[in-house]
């Protein structure tokens, strides 16, 4: 850390600082007391944890007014890994989760399904699943928090296992979801005829039959198309 970061960062090691894992896996709690000696009040708060860091200024890490802390960046023998926390006052899944509502079925590993959120749930959940599991996030197209195009590739970069698209959440249809997160069953059939050896003879599609590790190459088309 610099400088102008080493004074807030000893001070809050100068009072009470525990992290414990909380009930849900991939959730922690963070407590945190402030004030002055004899007059300490002990703050609860709930993080995730993301490797690597995160920047205090990132769009999408909006501390809302219920969050008393940014992001805690801490280093360990050659590891980086930031304490991200989740306000419950900008989250309804954070607020069911401090109320004990909410029983989160969701962990490393896990492909998520999230419909009309912010990003920063987005990455709080991104968080939670990790780099092994995956995030589609259906953004509604009336959402005030939209990022532009630089932004929107730097928190790729931080969470490539995150998955966006835009919908009319309050009007879109079933097919609308079907067509947006899947391939048609005609463009299924399609891809199917040009791997052909007669019907795909000279399209683009049947060339990828000469490429090494072709099961891998069409597993990893499908599995970006197809969720």
Known sequence: HNQQGLGPLLKLFQ?????????????YKIKVARGTPGNEVVIEMLCTVHEGNIDDDDTWESVGPGTAYAPITIATEGSRVTLRPWDPTACKIADSIYNHFCCLPIWSGSWILVVDCSWQTLSHIADIV?????????????????????????????YPAVYVTTLDVKTAHLEDYERTLSLPQSSKIMFLMALHPRCGADSMVGRLREAKETRYIFRRIFDFLEY
């Open 15 to 27: 009072h009470e600082f525990a992290i414990k894992p909380h009930r849900l896996k991939g959730l």
């Open 130 to 158: 990790g780099p092994t599991g995956r995030v589609i996030g259906v953004m509604s197209t009336r959402h005030p928090q939209q990022l532009v195009p630089a932004q929107r590739r730097h928190f790729f970069k931080c």
